[in-house]
């Protein structure tokens, strides 16, 4: 896979340089320089909202650092957890003297090193709270849904539980409405072709050239089934009923996120939007707020995640409120 | 080349459709539904700005219609120019009265069918002006400008076309202000791997495995030199000496694009977008408001552009106009 980079090796650096020049909204912290934060809008008293994980998922994690979404966020080598520091980091520079929440996918790497980033903290009388994203229906039965991991979904949790720190709200209220929020959302993804780490030998899994795999997570985890590519409404028929399987009583309301996974372009995100608008609406359900666009990628990875936020009244309102960072502005 | 869709024939219409029903800004309009309007904000007596193209572009060119930026936008098939009948409807569609501004790349038969549905606006009473996107410094020498076809550059003249007819301004003002932009844009792009028509039998052009091409167009129209991939830092060094040749002795400050032609990651236009920043920085130029992700794409097409537009006042002004599309938001 031909790349536009230089030394792999440099490739995370030069990247969130790049990231920082482009946004000056965004800056490098802590000792290596492995947290990114906001320049502005900080504020004394408010709960700080804290993400962190590997590189390679532009624009998650780091782009959605602004204004009524992340404070701070850690970051990894591609595919990689940060370090137990650069989590440190993150919290410190979200740190506004109320508490911060740590709100990251279920992956047991970034889940040590956040843990004993907190420890750390709290030893500096900073007190934190973890949500972690589960929307992966893939990954794990319902019966086992806290083994779920975290995949495109989170971004729901980032924009509640970002708009509920804006209000002033306490620690608990802050992480109940993460969770409220990861625990109403659900993501299946399909995958069409591989990506490659940069300075790796080759991709970072084999698909034949006819196949696709339904289910694969965003570092290649395993899927559910894999089998010759179908068309797209099929996919999306059936994306939707596994996603309903697992639908609350209490809603008739709905956010759509499709998201492509790195490669896929809008024309076939909007033909995959097209249909699940269809299939919502014959199940009763009313879409709000539809995102369609590259969220949450793995570099040139083929493929596209559909994720449903089964909203009530306070989710709906918070997914509302105005936010902007690099990747995402609402008015 | 796996593609999430169904029948090739009906590839641009459930893209549209989706379009549509994601962004209830946008309302396809016309005989063959080939013309997409706003279904908000449009005001009697303001100038109209319009565009068109063909699909597989997206966000270009239907992407851009929105407040501040393109009143409604003729959309042809994959590649292929729109028809005389959709030009006529999206022309209808943005008048307002006070004429409209026909605004779109330098193709013989975009400007065949823009002519003709100009003609029959005449003949209507609605008064046209067109101005031709021609940015892409691969196409001719700057002796044949003319000649040059129009790439991603052309977002900065829908901007300024857009926050100048927002003000109420005359049709010749727009126009203007419009070719101003063109005459002071420039870009040039690097392409990494082929994307291939819905429905076709192969991709649109055959290259080598460690092949790039420097200068290919938005289409696969051949470039100025094909060679073995090289690191990012040398191939963005070629490109902004390349754009700097044709800079205006009256400027310091430049808007910069970044684009992902497709399949290129955000990782990998910040490593080019730093790079960019800094050679651009050494020549002294400072930049303001720079664009870094997919504007104007060929689907899964691999590489990036970079554009420059050298601002003078009043183009720095109208860039940083409040304005708001599916694509771009300006606050």
Redesign the interface.
């Known amino acids: 896979m ?6 792999p090796a440099n ?1 995370v650096e ?6 920082c ?2 946004h000056p909204g965004l800056t490098r912290v802590g000792g290596d320089k492995r947290a990114i934060a906001r320049t502005q809008g900080m504020r004394k008293g408010k709960v700080g909202v804290v993400s962190g994980g590997g ?2 998922h ?2 998650l994690f780091t ?1 959605y650092v602004g204004e009524g979404l992340l404070d701070a966020c850690a970051i990894g080598n591609v595919f990689e957890g940060p370090t137990i520091n650069s989590c440190q980091d993150a919290i410190a520079a979200a740190n506004g003297g109320a508490g911060v929440l740590c709100l990251f996918g279920n992956y047991g790497g970034d889940k040590m090193n956040f843990e004993m980033a907190s420890e750390f903290a709290a030893m500096d009388d900073v007190q934190t709270r973890t949500v972690l994203g589960t929307d992966d229906i893939a990954s794990a039965k319902p019966e086992e849904a806290e083994k779920r991991r975290g995949v495109a979904g989170l971004i729901f949790a980032y924009k509640t539980a970002g708009a509920m720190a804006a209000t002033g709200a306490e620690l608990e209220t802050v992480a109940t409405i993460a969770q409220k929020t990861v625990d109403r959302t659900r993501t299946i993804g ?1 995958a ?2 591989s990506c490659q780490i940069p300075g790796a030998a080759g991709p970072n899994f084999e698909i034949g ?2 196949e ?1 795999e339904m289910g694969m997570g965003i570092h290649g985890e395993p899927g559910i089934w894999r089998k010759q ?1 179908r ?3 099929a ?1 999306v028929d059936e994306m939707i009923e596994m996603l309903l399987a697992e639908r609350p009583d209490d809603t008739r309301r709905v956010s759509v996120l499709v998201n492509s996974l ?13 249909r699940a ?1 269809e299939k919502l609406d014959a199940a009763g359900l009313t879409i709000v707020r ?1 995102l ?1 666009g ?1 969220y949450v ?1 793995s ?2 990875m ?3 995640s559909i994720s449903l936020c089964f909203l009530d009244e306070e989710i709906e309102s918070l997914l509302g409120a105005p936010a ?1 960072c690099p990747f995402w ?1 609402v ?1």
Do not use: H
Request: no cysteine; charged share 25%; proline share 9%.
């Open positions: 031909k790349k536009l980079i230089n030394d490739y030069e990247m969130l340089d790049g990231l020049m482009a590189s390679g532009l624009p782009g399909v069409t072709s050239d006819d696709i590519l068309p797209a409404d996919l790195g490669s896929t372009p809008f024309e076939e995100l909007f033909i995959l939007y097209r608008a539809p369609i590259p990628t570099m040139e083929g493929g596209a902007s502005t008015e």
